[in-house]
Every structure is written in structure tokens, then in C-alpha cells.
């Protein structure tokens, strides 16, 4: 079965740091571009980072809300997306999905989420 | 960036009618557009890809239409496992973006 699954999420207090790991199995890994979105409670989706594929230099790209803070990798060898939280806000508490890109036709695979909650 | 609005934020349909969705991009996309179904609690799902293009499983009843900036989704025949949340997002030039959601909802 095709799927992805997050984890690491919590909660945690403003200025801190969190790492999410997003797991896939199901399909090679490292042949697909992947992305992580979030959604505040009640609010719609955002995507704020993407990850490329790593032949040579990886490309990567950072909403405006998270650049500076946030980082994007993937270990292909174990098959994970990464995602860095740095100096958290509350405005970044939310749901975080990682969902799998499939080359221009759309987002087809996507994790159960995790929750992140920052507050003091 | 490109700024994504969907019409209306709330739509109410019975069930076995037809509900039209629509979708506006700020500039124009071409077709790439895709639709995600979201139900409370759940992660979305992918329904349409390229504007038009139904994803594995969607059912026929789903149909997409459109392209530059003016979308459509419109679902025939409502079932009750339709009532939900549908978002759309162009992944046309980052950052990828979405609408608001609309939530369609049981008249």
C-alpha cells in the first residue's frame, strides 16, 4: 500500500524548535518531489515547503510565512521528508501533512498529519 | 503571490441534485489547477489533476472544467458521502496556493 505517514509533532512553547519526520513506503521515495502543508484550526491549506528531487543540488522553496525558519530535507536512504521547525509562533500551530508530488498532477498522496500546537 | 478564491463559501444541495463549484485564480494558471476533497478530521484527497483530469478512484460524477483564471468543479448525482469540504489549488507557480474551501453541505 502506497502511503506516508508524520510524525513528531506536539506541543511546545514559542522561540522553540520541533522536527517532522513524513515516511513513505509503497513506492521508491526518491523518485518523487515532496511537500509539506499545514492548516490552522478552522482555516484553509498552506503549503510551506517543497523539496525536490536530489540529483545533484536539491531544490527547494519556503512559503514567505516560514522562510528563514523553517527547513526542508529527505534521507531517500530511509525513505523520509524532514521538516525543521524553528523559532516557532503561535500562528504556526496547526495540522502538518506531507503529501507526495506527482510531477505536475497534483499532490495524489498524503499523510494522516500531525499535530503541532505552539503555545506559552 | 497568486491568490485563490472559491465561490460560494458554503453551498447547500440535496441529495441527488447537482452543485457547481467555482474557483478564481488572480492570473491566469493554463490547467494547473487540481481539486482535493477534505472531510472533518481527514487529510484531503486529490480529485482532479490538471484542471480537468480525474485522479484514480474519483468517481465519474465528479467533472472538472476550465482554465487561465476561471475553474469549475461540478458534481452530478450527490451522494451522501460527497458532503465535505473541497479546496483548489494551483500549482502553477510557487508558492502553490489554495482557495479558502467551500464547504458544501446538506440542503
Known amino acids: 500500500e502506497v502511503q506516508l505517514v508524520e510524525s513528531g509533532g506536539g506541543w511546545v512553547q514559542p522561540g522553540r524548535s520541533l522536527r517532522l519526520s513524513c515516511k513513505g513506503s509503497?513506492?521508491?521515495?526518491?523518485?518523487?518531489?515532496m511537500s509539506w502543508f499545514r492548516q490552522a484550526p478552522g482555516k484553509g491549506l498552506e503549503c510551506v515547503a517543497f523539496?525536490?528531487?536530489?540529483?545533484?543540488?536539491?531544490?527547494?522553496?519556503?512559503a514567505a510565512s516560514v522562510k528563514g525558519r523553517f527547513s526542508i530535507s529527505r534521507d531517500d536512504s530511509k525513505s523520509i521528508a524532514y521538516l525543521q521547525l524553528n523559532s516557532l509562533k503561535s500562528e504556526d500551530t496547526g495540522v502538518y501533512y506531507c503529501a507526495r508530488d506527482d510531477f505536475g498532477d497534483g499532490f495524489d498522496i498524503w499523510g494522516q498529519g500531525t499535530v503541532v500546537t505552539v503555545s506559552s | 503571490e497568486i491568490v485563490m478564491t472559491q465561490s460560494p463559501a458554503t453551498l447547500s444541495v440535496s441529495p441527488g441534485d447537482t452543485a457547481t463549484l467555482s474557483c478564481r485564480a488572480s492570473q491566469s494558471i493554463g490547467r494547473d489547477l487540481a481539486w482535493y476533497q477534505q472531510k472533518p478530521g481527514q487529510a484531503p484527497r486529490l480529485l482532479i489533476f490538471d484542471a480537468f483530469t480525474r485522479a484514480t478512484d474519483t468517481p465519474a460524477r465528479f467533472r472538472g472544467s476550465g482554465s487561465g483564471t476561471e475553474f469549475t468543479l461540478t458534481i452530478s448525482s450527490l451522494q451522501s458521502e460527497d458532503f465535505a469540504i473541497y479546496h483548489c489549488?494551483?500549482?502553477?507557480?510557487?508558492?502553490?496556493?489554495f482557495g479558502q474551501g467551500m464547504e458544501l453541505e446538506v440542503k
Open positions: 523539496i525536490g528531487l536530489k540529483d545533484g543540488d536539491v531544490t527547494t522553496q519556503y
Open positions: 509503497g513506492f521508491v521515495f526518491a523518485d518523487y518531489p
Open positions: 489549488q494551483q500549482y502553477n507557480v510557487w508558492p502553490y496556493t
